[in-house]
T-cell receptor
Framework: AQKITQTQPGMFVQEKEAVTLDCTYD???????LFWYKQPSSGEMIFLIY??????QNATEGRYSLNFQKARKSANLVISASQLGDSAMYFCAMRESSNDYKLSFGAGTTVTVRA | DTGVSQDPRHKITKRGQNVTFRCDPI?????LYWYRQTLGQGPEFLTY????????KSRLLSDRFSAERPKGSFSTLEIQRTEQGDSAMYLC??????????FGPGTRLTVL
């Protein structure tokens, strides 16, 4: 079964607007971590934000925030005030406590920011 | 503070040839990971080292693949007798225990 599901293959957003990228996950581990990475066309995976399963508050890092809804098993990424440089592929990933050595990734969402 | 580096960035080879990739992790990180990413997909875990010990290997890592991390520093990933299906981006990442994995720029392999 897919551990991470990203249902939006591609999204367009106007510069300076906010965009929400969906991510749902599947695990029976009580302890896990959720990550978002950005991959520009150059190929490097850039870490954006982390949410632990026991964290009480949603994670924020600058213009990135993670909307964590544990009961719904969702961990959506919100990018506020989009910039042209935000155009990239975005991946949601999970690390489970039972397999703490690896990340399981979704298929990704391509974001294109329009001027 | 330098990040994870990988060499080469691009490799084009003919089917049947052997290739070797190198990864230099962030210096204080004791964990090192290899992932493979095919076009349009997310990365898939291949193998993981804690210091010099290779502790986990995915079923994706066939007998033609071998990875080493001598002295717990840099790592190499070798693919023997390459096949066209090996064409992919090979990503290396490093971390301290329980912390975020930081990725290198990747090596893009094309097998002709």
């Amino acid at each position: 079964a897919q551990k991470i599901t990203q249902t939006q293959p591609g999204m367009f957003v106007q510069e300076k607007e906010a965009v929400t990228l969906d991510c749902t996950y599947d695990t029976s581990d009580p302890s896990y971590g959720l990550f978002w990475y950005k991959q520009p066309s150059s190929g490097e995976m850039i870490f954006l934000i982390y949410q632990g399963s026991y964290d009480q508050q949603n994670a924020t890092e600058g213009r990135y925030s993670l909307n964590f809804q544990k009961a719904r098993k969702s961990a959506n990424l919100v990018i506020s005030a989009s910039q042209l440089g935000d155009s990239a592929m975005y991946f949601c990933a999970m690390r489970e406590s039972s397999n703490d050595y690896k990340l399981s990734f979704g298929a990704g969402t391509t974001v294109t920011v329009r001027a | 503070d330098t990040g994870v580096s990988q060499d080469p960035r691009h490799k084009i080879t003919k089917r049947g040839q052997n290739v070797t990739f190198r990864c230099d992790p962030i210096s204080e990180h004791n964990r090192l990971y290899w992932y493979r990413q095919t076009l349009g997909q997310g990365p898939e875990f291949l193998t993981y080292f804690q210091n010099e010990a290779q502790l986990e290997k995915s079923r994706l890592l066939s007998d033609r693949f071998s990875a080493e991390r001598p002295k717990g520093s840099f790592s190499t990933l070798e693919i023997q007798r390459t096949e066209q299906g090996d064409s992919a981006m090979y990503l290396c990442a490093s971390s301290s225990r329980y912390y975020t994995q930081y990725f290198g720029p990747g090596t893009r392999l094309t097998v002709l």
